[in-house]
C-alpha cells in the first residue's frame, strides 16, 4: 500500500484484492491515527526498515515476520494472519453487522442474487458499519481513543 492509497479526504483506504484487483474500504478513525503515526520512509505506507541503496522503493512483502514477532511480544501464540480475519467475522456476530456489509469489507464476492444484483453500498454505508465495529473492538481491549485526537485534524486548544 502507498501513501496516495490513503485518501483522508473521503476517509477511504485503496488495497490491493485478489478477486477484484483493488477495492475502497472505509478508513476508520483509529486505523487513520495509527497510519499517520507511521514514518514516512519512501512511497510504501510499510516501508522496509532496511538501508541501501534501494531504500526509496522498498516495501515490506510479507508481514508475517514482524506479526509474529508483535505476536511474540504480546504473548499470544498460535495466531496467523488468517485467524486474524476469521476473528473479525466472528466478533462482527456480537453487533448484528449485516453479512453482507462483513463479505464487502473483507473482499469476499457476494453469494447471494440479491446481493449480486440488487445491493449497492457506498463507502459512507460501510463506514458506518465499520466505525461501529472498530469502536467496539477498542472497547473490549480497553483502549481509550476519540477521533479528535487524530492525526491532521484540527482541534481546540484551551488556553486555562
Same mark, same amino acid.
Given at each position: 500500500?502507498?501513501?496516495?492509497?490513503?485518501?483522508?479526504?473521503?476517509?477511504?483506504?485503496?488495497?490491493?484484492?485478489?478477486?477484484?484487483?483493488?477495492?475502497?474500504?472505509?478508513?476508520?478513525?483509529?486505523?487513520?491515527?495509527?497510519?499517520?503515526?507511521?514514518?514516512?520512509?519512501?512511497?510504501?505506507?510499510?516501508?522496509?526498515?532496511?538501508?541501501?541503496?534501494?531504500?526509496?522503493?522498498?516495501?515490506?512483502?510479507?508481514?508475517?515476520?514482524?506479526?509474529?514477532?508483535?505476536?511474540?511480544?504480546?504473548?499470544?501464540?498460535?495466531?496467523? =494472519?488468517?485467524? %486474524? !480475519?476469521?476473528?473479525?467475522?466472528?466478533?462482527?456476530? /456480537?453487533?448484528?453487522?449485516? #453479512? $453482507? *456489509?462483513?463479505?464487502?469489507?473483507?473482499?469476499?464476492?457476494?453469494?447471494?442474487?440479491?446481493?449480486?444484483?440488487?445491493?449497492?453500498?457506498? =463507502?459512507?454505508? %460501510? !463506514?458506518?458499519?465499520?466505525?461501529?465495529?472498530?469502536? /467496539?473492538?477498542?472497547?473490549? #481491549? $480497553? *483502549?481509550?481513543?476519540?477521533?479528535?485526537?487524530?492525526?491532521?485534524?484540527?482541534?481546540?486548544?484551551?488556553?486555562?
Amino acid at each position: 500500500m502507498r501513501w496516495e492509497d490513503i485518501n483522508t479526504k473521503w476517509r477511504g483506504l485503496t488495497i490491493k484484492d485478489k478477486v477484484e484487483g483493488v477495492r475502497v474500504i472505509p478508513l476508520t478513525p483509529y486505523v487513520s491515527h495509527l497510519l499517520h503515526c507511521l514514518p514516512r520512509r519512501n512511497a510504501f505506507v510499510f516501508a522496509s526498515a532496511s538501508r541501501g541503496k534501494a531504500v526509496t522503493s522498498q516495501t515490506m512483502s510479507i508481514p508475517r515476520t514482524p506479526h509474529t514477532n508483535a505476536c511474540t511480544v504480546a504473548g499470544i501464540d498460535g495466531l496467523t =494472519l488468517h485467524g %486474524l !480475519r476469521r476473528s473479525f467475522k466472528s466478533l462482527t456476530e /456480537w453487533l448484528d453487522i449485516p #453479512a $453482507g *456489509v462483513v463479505a464487502q469489507l473483507m473482499g469476499h464476492k457476494p453469494s447471494a442474487t440479491a446481493e449480486k444484483h440488487y445491493v449497492v453500498r457506498p =463507502l459512507d454505508l %460501510l !463506514r458506518l458499519h465499520h466505525e461501529k465495529i472498530e469502536a /467496539w473492538i477498542l472497547e473490549q #481491549a $480497553g *483502549v481509550q481513543f476519540t477521533s479528535a485526537s487524530e492525526v491532521g485534524k484540527l482541534r481546540l486548544v484551551n488556553e486555562n
